[in-house]
C-alpha cells in the first residue's frame, strides 16, 4: 500500500488511537476469508481484524510468490524432502512427541534434521506408526540460523511487529518459527506468548484449528482452575471435574488449505491438528493495538507468582525481585525489560518522526523502514498507545518497588520525549 492511500485513513486512525476499544466476537460459525490480495490494504485489516480482534483468513494468493511455496513442496503437494535435506539437513531442530503428556505440553528434544527426515518418511511407510511416537518439529528459529535463505516475504498486513522488532535489536531471540509434521501431528490447548497476535502459513498440507475467543476458557477449566491438554477430551463432559464446560460455546472451526494464512487475534485459545503431512511458517507478534492486553497478561501472571510464594514475603527481603525472577523464567519477560520493551518500540518511532529515513535506509528491510512504509499516522498511533501503557507501568506499584536507576532515560523522562514527540508530529 502506497502512503497517500494509508492517509487517507487519518481520521480513522485518529478515531482508535485515542479508545481503549477492544472488542471480542463471539463464535458464529464464520470466519472471514480474504481472497483477493489487491482490494484488501492494510486499512482494512488495522480496522475490521486487528482493532476489534477478529480472526481472518487469508487465501493462497497472499502466498503464491515465496519461494518455499514452489521449492518445499512437490508436484502433487507433499513436502519435498530432497530439497529440505539440501538446505538444511545438518540443522539441529525441536523436536516434540505428540503421543507424551508432560505437565500440559508435550516434551520435546533435540534432534538433527537429517534424523528428523528419515523418522518422518519412515512414519508414512508405516501408515503413521512408529515406536517413537508422533513426531512434530515445532518452534524452529529458521529465520534466525539461515538469514540468507529466501524463504518467504511477511505480508504487510503483519509488520507492524514490536515483538520481532524488539528482539531482533537485542539480538537475542525472535518469535518466528518454522513447523513441520506429518498427518496426526497436533498442538495442545493454550493461548500464545504474552497473548501476542499470530500469522500461520501453510507451505504444504492442511490444518483444522479449534478457536476459543477470549473469556471462552473460563468455562473449560476444571475445579483447581487449570486448562485442559486437550478440548476434545471426554473427560470435559464429567461436571465433577470440569464444573463449567456445558456453559461453553462450541469452538470455532477453521479448515485451512495449503498455501493459506490464518490470523489468530489476542488471548485467542486455540487448539490444532494436522490434517495430511504439513509445513507451516508461524510469527508471534504485538503492535499498538494488542500491547494493552500484554501488559494485562503480564500483571495478570506476577499476581499469580506472589499469590504462589505470598508464605515467603516477610522473611525474604527481596521478595518482590524474586517474583520478578520467576515471572520471568515462566514467561520470558519481567517488568523491567517490557520497559526497555517500550523504549525500543518508542525510540524507533521518534526517530522516524523527528529525523525521517532517507531512499538507501528505505530500500532496506529494516524496523525503521517498515514503520515508514506504514506511514507518519501509524508512529503516532504506536506512540500514543506506547504512552498509555507506560503511564501505566509507571504507576504500577510492583515496578516502583525495584531498582529503576539502571533505566535510562528514566521513565518519566522517556514520557516526556514520547509526549513531545506526537505533539510535534500532529501540529
Known amino acids: 500500500m502506497d502512503r497517500a492511500t494509508f492517509a487517507c485513513s487519518t481520521a480513522f486512525f485518529h478515531d482508535y488511537s485515542s479508545s481503549s476499544h477492544t472488542a471480542y466476537c463471539l463464535p458464529t460459525g464464520h470466519i472471514d476469508f480474504i481472497e483477493k490480495v489487491d482490494s484488501f490494504t492494510y486499512s482494512d485489516f488495522f480496522r475490521d481484524y486487528l482493532i476489534p480482534n477478529h480472526p481472518c483468513i487469508f487465501s493462497a494468493k497472499f502466498t503464491e510468490g515465496w519461494s518455499s511455496r514452489r521449492n518445499w513442496v512437490t508436484w502433487d ?24 503428556k508432560e505437565y500440559n505440553s508435550n516434551p520435546k528434544e533435540q534432534i538433527s534434521f537429517k534424523e528428523y527426515i528419515n523418522y518422518w518418511k519412515e512414519y508414512i511407510r508405516n501408515d503413521y506408526r512408529s515406536s517413537r511416537g508422533c513426531l512434530y518439529l515445532k518452534d524452529w528459529h529458521l529465520s534466525r540460523a539461515f538469514p540468507e535463505q529466501d524463504v518467504y516475504t511477511t505480508p504487510v498486513y503483519f509488520t507492524s511487529d514490536w515483538l520481532n522488532e524488539y528482539w531482533d535489536a537485542i539480538g537475542l531471540d525472535d518469535y518466528r518459527f518454522v513447523y513441520m509434521g506429518p498427518k496426526g501431528s497436533w498442538t495442545p490447548f493454550h493461548a500464545d506468548v504474552f497473548r501476542s497476535y499470530s500469522w500461520s502459513a501453510n507451505i504444504c498440507g492442511r490444518k483444522k484449528w479449534l478457536l476459543y475467543p477470549p473469556g471462552q476458557e473460563e468455562y473449560l477449566k476444571d475445579r483447581q482452575g487449570n486448562l485442559p491438554f486437550d478440548v476434545t477430551a471426554p473427560s470435559l463432559q464429567d461436571s465433577s471435574v470440569y464444573p463449567r464446560y456445558t456453559q461453553s460455546q462450541p469452538p470455532v472451526e477453521i479448515l485451512q488449505e495449503a498455501g493459506e494464512i490464518v490470523f489468530i487475534p489476542s488471548g485467542w485459545h486455540h487448539q490444532v491438528y494436522n490434517l495430511e503431512d504439513t509445513i507451516s511458517i508461524n510469527h508471534n507478534w504485538v503492535n499498538g493495538c ?64 523527528e529525523n525521517g529515513l532517507d531512499d538507501e ?8 523502514a517498515a514503520i515508514s512504509t506504514l506511514g ?17 507501568l509507571s504507576a504500577n506499584e510492583d515496578f516502583k518497588k525495584l531498582d529503576l536507576t539502571s533505566l535510562s532515560p528514566p521513565p518519566e523522562a522517556l514520557l516526556h520525549h514520547l509526549k513531545a514527540a506526537i505533539d510535534t508530529a500532529l501540529l
Open 361 to 368: 535506509a528505505l530500500a532496506k528491510n529494516t524496523p525503521k
Open 77 to 100: 503437494g507433499k513436502p519435498n524432502f530432497d530439497y529440505l535435506l539440501q538446505k538444511f539437513g545438518e540443522a539441529v531442530v525441536p523436536v516434540a512427541n505428540c503421543d507424551v
Open 376 to 392: 507518519m499516522l501509524h508512529a503516532v498511533f504506536d506512540l500514543k498507545r506506547t504512552v498509555k501503557v507506560l503511564t501505566s
Open 290 to 353: 494488542n500491547v494493552a492486553i500484554m501488559w494485562c497478561f503480564l500483571q495478570d501472571e506476577l499476581a499469580a507468582v506472589q499469590r504462589e510464594i505470598n508464605e515467603w514475603k516477610d522473611p525474604m527481603d527481596d521478595w518482590h525481585l524474586q517474583c520478578q525472577l520467576i515471572m520471568k523464567s515462566c514467561t520470558g519477560i519481567d517488568y523491567k525489560e517490557f520497559y526497555n520493551f517500550l523504549k525500543v518500540i518508542a525510540e524507533n518511532r521518534i526517530s522516524i518522526l
